[in-house]
């Protein structure tokens, strides 16, 4: 079992960051791939990036790769998703995510999400 709190949202200027923060608690987080979402109002929720537990790799969606970079600090329990850039476009809910490597297929435990919204 994980229990995830996302932190960090808010209102940002187009062209200006932020970092969101997704603490872990309860299991090994090491031995958790963490994954970022969003949902814009009226849309689908849809991938962002992830990363692996060990950090050595991570992924990232198309309109996001290049602005974004996920990283974490095991020791801390956290996943950071560092936003560049930011685009109107990119307000949305953000989530992040935990699945269990090598042994689910799917995100299995996910935080309560954090409100970004970038204005022009």
């Known amino acids: 079992q994980v229990q995830l709190v996302e932190s960090g949202g808010g209102l940002v200027q187009a062209g200006g960051s932020l970092r969101l923060s997704c603490v872990a608690s309860g299991s090994t987080f090491s031995n958790f791939a963490v994954g970022w979402f969003r949902q814009a109002p009226g849309k689908e929720r849809e991938f962002v990036g992830r990363?692996?537990?060990?950090?050595?790799?991570?992924y990232y969606s198309d309109d996001v790769k290049g602005r974004f970079t996920i990283s974490r600090d095991n020791a801390k329990n956290t996943v950071y998703l560092q936003m560049s850039s930011l685009k109107t476009e990119d307000t949305a809910v953000y989530y992040c995510?935990?699945?269990?490597?090598?042994?689910?297929?799917?995100?299995?435990?996910w935080g309560q999400g954090t409100q970004v919204t970038v204005f022009s």
């Open positions: 995510a935990a699945m269990e490597s090598f042994k689910s297929v799917q995100y299995d435990y």
């Open positions: 990363i692996t537990g060990n950090a050595k790799f991570t």
